[in-house]
């Protein structure tokens, strides 16, 4: 069961604290040489959030982030948290225009991204009054992960159901990317709701989650913010590429993954793919788009994993609907709404009278 006053009182740093204070020792972050425990990533954490704050950070300040999947993302993301920020999503492909929009809509007083970014942002004035971090300095020293060298500020008051953590911006299929404004309460739930369809698979402490969808994407941030939760190991790579995904799969044997329809077909499609490569895997999510039966039967065939797929937006945090994990399932379907999520079915025209089953019409959530 969920209960709800309890996560009504936990913010996104609260559940990285919870999870270091249990298994301290247990393997939080895996990005290539770079890896922390739980105990050393509340420490990286807690050394950046410091430098923020003695460089003039201060509680609801908005940070845009642009940062491939790494493990600086995700000290970066913690830190900002810890000081009462907000994270503003930045997807790295953007290119100036796109990132313009994003700056003059969001202002963001702070900016992280890698050096390689450096052009693009001399392209766009509303960098003017804007402090950029980068990852690294002029000489080529990690700007991210530096011991602490002051005093760590106190924790400030954050009210999980009322502040902002992160503005996430939405596809804009239908006009212009709007940013969505979740609350930490928003994003904590989220995670517990989604958590609850497969609570009888997945162990707290004993999971290692692998990360290959970008983290500034809605899903994937909250694939994240899951494995935290789990205190599971979080295996990332930068960028997708199939063969990297499966020489991450046969070192280290993750037990879930989250990825697209597109992820797990370049994956089934390697000639080098051995019958039991996959077969680490308890649990494999499809999001971002209808996944093809004869590839959910093949992944499925391959892994002996439970293949979920969803459905969910932005604006739902993320998901909203999940196939269900010991019952039957749909092809094709998004499944059931989630724990303490209600949804029907209404007519296009009104919006308002609710449909019988197998009748079109419009989803409200």
């Known amino acids: 069961m969920i209960d709800q006053e309890a996560l009504s009182k ?90 313009d929009y994003i700056m003059v809509d969001a202002e963001p007083k702070w900016f992280i991204c890698e050096r390689i970014q450096h052009g693009k942002i001399r392209e766009v004035r509303a960098f003017n009054d804007v402090h950029v971090i980068f990852t690294t300095d002029d000489y080529g020293a990690d700007r991210i992960l530096q011991p602490s060298s002051g005093v760590q500020p106190e924790q400030v008051s954050i009210s999980p159901k009322a502040d902002i953590a992160v503005i996430q911006y939405t596809g804009g299929t239908t006009g212009k990317s709007k940013g969505v404004m979740l609350t930490h309460f928003n994003i904590v739930c989220n995670i517990h709701q989604s958590g609850e369809a497969f609570s009888d698979v997945l162990n707290k402490g004993e999971e290692r989650i692998l990360g290959v969808a970008p983290l500034t994407h809605a899903m994937a941030m909250t694939n994240m913010n899951n494995s935290v939760r789990l205190a599971s190991t979080f295996i990332i790579l930068g960028k997708f590429d199939a063969g990297k995904v499966l020489e991450l799969i046969r070192k280290y044997q993750p037990t879930m993954m989250l990825g697209s329809p597109t992820m797990y077909i370049a994956l089934l499609n390697l000639q080098d793919l051995q019958p039991n490569d996959l077969s680490c895997f308890k649990i494999c999510i499809s999001g971002a788009a209808p996944i093809p039966a004869e590839v959910l039967k093949n992944l499925e065939k391959k892994s002996g994993a439970h293949i979920l797929e969803g459905y969910g937006l932005s604006e739902g945090t993320t998901s909203t609907h999940r196939t269900p994990l010991n019952k039957k399932r749909k092809i094709g379907s998004v499944g059931s709404p989630i724990a303490l999520t209600e949804a029907k079915i209404v007519d296009e025209e009104t919006g308002t009278k609710e449909l019988p089953p197998g009748e079109k019409g419009e989803l409200i959530i």
């Open 10 to 99: 936990l913010t996104l740093y609260d559940l990285l604290l919870q999870s270091a204070k249990e298994f301290p020792s247990k393997m939080a972050v895996i990005d290539g040489s770079l890896q922390f425990t739980y105990e050393e990533l509340v420490k990286a954490v807690d050394a950046f959030s410091s430098s923020l704050y003695y460089q003039g950070f201060r509680k609801g300040d908005r940070v845009g982030m642009m940062l491939p999947n790494s493990i600086h993302y995700i000290v970066s993301y913690y830190a900002v948290q810890r000081l009462g920020g907000i994270v503003v999503q930045v997807n790295p492909q953007y290119q100036a225009v796109e990132l």
